[in-house]
């Protein structure tokens, strides 16, 4: 089953406005976490936040944890033009450590 | 210290020819994990070794496809007999002896089938 279901899939918003992404999954996690990717490139490593805890910043970033509802946010703020990319949520479970990621918001951010 | 690095970063075959990709994980890292991309999609967990042992090949296909991390080289994750469903970015990820939560990717190898 497909854990870490994103939406919306595709968000365009302009320089300067809040940008936020949503990720649900299916089983429990030990922690989850939010790459980037930019177009063609590898991911790029931004958060983690662990099932004990609700919320985390980083920067600009501010990420939410709901494990009764199984869902997670992501929230960039005062967003830029070099934030366009496509962001995923991945779930680690714990079970070997390998990571479920979800189907990716793309993220178009315009001056 | 260098990051996750893979080889080549564009590799192109004919349908029915072998792939070889190659992974050197960030020095001092013996877990490797290889995930593969879709377009348009998210990554899809394959396999996850550590040096000489595959800890879970859960998400390998049953067949052609095959990995390995030697006790000394780079990971390879082989495929024989391509086909053109085979098309994608194959990444590669890292992290440290000790249970890390963070695994740590390379630049990703993008196969084209022919």
């Known amino acids: 089953s497909q854990q870490g279901e994103e939406d919306p899939q595709a968000l365009s918003i302009q320089e300067g406005e809040n940008a936020t992404m949503n990720c649900s999954y299916k089983?429990?996690?030990?922690?989850l976490q939010w790459y980037r990717q930019n177009s063609g490139r590898g991911l790029v490593h931004l958060i983690l936040?662990?099932?004990?805890?609700r919320e985390k910043h980083s920067g600009r970033l501010r990420v939410t944890l709901d494990t009764s509802k199984k869902s997670s946010s992501l929230l960039i703020t005062a967003s830029r033009a070099a934030d366009t990319a496509s962001y995923f949520c991945a779930a680690d479970t714990g079970t070997a450590s390998k990571l479920t990621f979800g189907t990716g918001t793309r993220l178009q951010v315009t001056l | 210290n260098a990051g996750v690095m893979q080889n080549p970063r564009h590799l192109v075959r004919r349908r029915g020819q072998e792939a070889r990709l190659r992974c050197s994980p960030m020095?001092?890292?013996?877990?490797v994990y290889w995930y593969r991309q879709l377009p348009e999609e998210g990554l899809k967990f394959m396999v996850y070794?550590?040096?000489?042992?595959?800890?879970?090949e859960s998400g390998m296909p049953k067949e052609r496809f095959s990995a390995e991390f030697p006790k000394e080289g780079p990971s390879i994750l082989r495929i024989q007999q391509v086909v053109r469903g085979d098309s994608a970015a194959y990444f590669c990820?890292?992290?440290?002896?000790?249970?890390?939560?963070?695994?740590?990717f390379g630049p990703g190898t993008r196969l084209t089938v022919l």
């Open positions: 936040i662990r099932s004990n805890e």
């Open positions: 020095k001092g890292h013996s877990h």
């Open positions: 089983t429990s996690i030990n922690n």
């Open positions: 990820a890292s992290s440290p002896p000790a249970h890390s939560d963070t695994q740590y």
């Open positions: 070794l550590q040096k000489e042992n595959i800890i879970d």
